[in-house]
């Protein structure tokens, strides 16, 4: 039976009138690498937090690695670097290494050093004078010093340079490839996101509009370009994800898992990006 790293079942956290996360099932199995996808406020930061612990929920359940989450601390096994990458300001960072192991009893303080080596950030730094990108590196040497079979990332890349970026999505990958480490990540950086994710959770208002391996979802949908027309496209209505249309073609993301479709029509297999984006803005729209 597949192990599995998080598990939410009619998951719900409301805030007073706001429906943060609304009966949200999710399933992301030991070993993936896993982008958590949606505009914002789709609840991304609130399904992290209730699977670390820092929230709990208003109706079903989340466990991670097999546990439930509590008020506690953060579960066994679990590492978790939320957006504002919380470090002591008045440390310099090699300060700041040291008091992670005195924290963490299992603390790779070596591995944590290396990285932070690697990233080229001084550890006689204060790490109020780092730059953002500076920051990111150390949080993450910290968060993966714990050594996590689960590593939840909340927008890791949102202050990074595409140098950078590239850096730590090779750091990640290095870590799952050596320790089998599973991902959860969340990022508005859809390109960086493609190129290593093998698991896509896509939220929007709150509920789950996509939860499956990234390569089952790109078999089960085609994008179809056809010509432009009035009316109903030649497809089932219920197949059809979005619809655009200019005065010369149409545009359609399906979903259908062969290449099947009337013969002025081309019928591919749409990238990941074009897949999310299409569900993106048929939420947006029926707002």
Known sequence: MEEIALEATGLSKHYRRTRALDNCTVRVPVGRVSALVG???????????????????????????????????????????????????????????????????????????????????????????????QRTRVALAIALGRRPRLIILDEPLADLDPLARKQVMQTLMSDVAEFGTTVVMSSHVL???????????????????LCDEVENLLDNHRLAVGPGIEGEPP????????????????????????????????????SLEELVLAYMRTKEAAK
């Open 39 to 133: 505009p914002n406020g789709a609840g991304k930061t609130t399904l992290m937090s209730l699977a670390c612990g820092l929230r709990t929920p208003t109706a079903g359940e989340v466990s991670v690695l097999g546990q439930r989450p509590d008020n506690k601390g953060m579960p066994d096994g679990v590492a978790f670097l939320s957006q504002d990458k919380p470090l002591y300001r008045g440390f310099n960072v090699s300060e700041m290494l040291h008091a992670a192991s005195k924290l963490n009893s299992d603390f790779d303080e070596d591995r944590a050093r290396r990285l932070v080596a690697d990233a080229d950030v001084p550890l006689k730094a204060k790490v109020k004078t780092l730059s953002g990108g």
């Open 191 to 209: 390109a960086d996101l493609e190129e290593v994710c093998d698991h896509l959770v896509l939220l929007a208002s709150g509920h789950v509009q």
């Open 235 to 270: 497809f089932p209505r219920e197949s059809i994800v979005e619809a655009s249309r200019t005065r010369r073609e149409t545009t359609l993301l399906l979903r259908q898992s062969t290449d099947d479709g009337p013969p002025d029509w081309d019928i591919s297999s749409p």
